[in-house]
């Protein structure tokens, strides 16, 4: 499996992004946000980071981008595309997905473990992972509240576009275990197709147990497993 | 021609800035604040004379970039 990974001014996970592909054999291959040629690729990962200084709104110049006119074309041939962090503050930006990420409810930047619930397990994203699993893996960010109309948040519950949810250690989703003031605690969603996934946490940061836990490997396990099959 | 654009969160869309700065308004003694929405002004300087024109091409400056429709309004208007 091939993976590019997009690289903006202001990216920050991009290395660690590799590294993890890289771990899990997923060859990856860096691409610049300025380029308007996209190797052929299975999956195109936008990193986590701060692109373009998150000037004006968090994502926004950066999914006007040129290299972004190729992957909403490789989206839109039903190829994969993950958003981490940042990379889902623009996937929102470019209109790749619905909704958008507006500021942390406490004004803060939250930089800790937290726990999600997979509440979908049947996208190319968590198809190695039990439904209602509880996964402990970082965020950091100031810009995760997640946010959509009502009649659009309708739709995403009855799509199964809802992939992650903030949860306590037992798995239970509730106002304590929400971090960021995010809509009925949304960490992670896909779009009707499921071939384009946004989530806020990390998973590149939780890809060895010798730096604090691996639980993050259930994505890159279950893209192993989609290109497979 | 030079244009303003507003550009304001739409009425259902929770503002923790605005209500950090309605506490703070508060805590100095501007008692009767009840409510504070925060926004943001674009000033544009274009190379066009027409109203019309300018009006419509910032209109859609503010529906690619300067305004996210889901959770922002926009006002474009004419600044001498």
């Given amino acids: 499996m091939k993976a590019a990974v997009i690289v903006f001014p202001g990216s920050n996970c991009d290395r660690d992004t590799k590294i993890a592909l890289k771990k899990f054999n997923i060859k990856p291959i860096m691409v610049w946000h300025n380029d308007t040629f996209l190797p052929k690729v299975d999956l195109v990962v936008l990193p986590g980071g701060f692109s373009y200084g998150d000037y004006l709104r968090c994502g926004s110049m950066a999914s006007k981008s040129k290299i972004m006119s190729e992957v909403i074309k490789h989206a839109k041939k039903n190829k994969l595309v993950l958003g981490i962090c940042n990379g889902f503050q623009i996937l929102v930006e470019s209109g790749l997905l619905p909704g958008v990420l507006i500021r942390n409810n406490n004004l803060k930047f939250i930089c800790k473990n937290i726990y999600v619930k997979v509440v979908n397990n049947k996208t190319p994203f968590t198809s190695k992972t039990k439904k209602n699993e509880v996964i402990k893996i970082p965020i950091a960010h100031n810009e995760g509240n997640y946010f959509i109309d009502e009649k659009n948040l309708k739709k995403l519950k009855t799509d199964n576009q809802i992939i992650l949810q903030y949860c306590n250690q037992k798995g239970l989703v509730n106002k304590e275990s929400n971090p960021n003031g995010s809509l009925i605690n949304i960490a992670g969603i896909t779009n009707s197709t499921f071939n384009v996934f946004g989530l806020m946490p990390h998973p590149e940061r939780a890809s060895d147990a010798l730096l604090g836990g691996d639980d993050g490997k259930f994505i890159f396990n279950s893209l192993l497993n989609y290109a497979r099959n | ?80």
Avoid: H, W
């Fill in chain 2, 1 to 80: 021609m030079k244009l303003r654009v507003y550009v304001t969160l739409k009425k259902d869309v929770l503002d923790p800035q605005g209500s950090a700065i309605k506490n703070s308004l508060n805590n100095i003694g501007f008692k009767s604040v009840n409510d504070v929405r925060q926004g943001k002004i674009f000033e544009l300087n274009l190379n066009e004379n027409d109203e019309n024109k300018s009006l419509k091409e910032t209109e859609e400056m503010c529906k690619k970039l300067l305004a996210n429709l889901t959770i922002e309004n926009f006002k474009v208007e004419i600044a001498e």
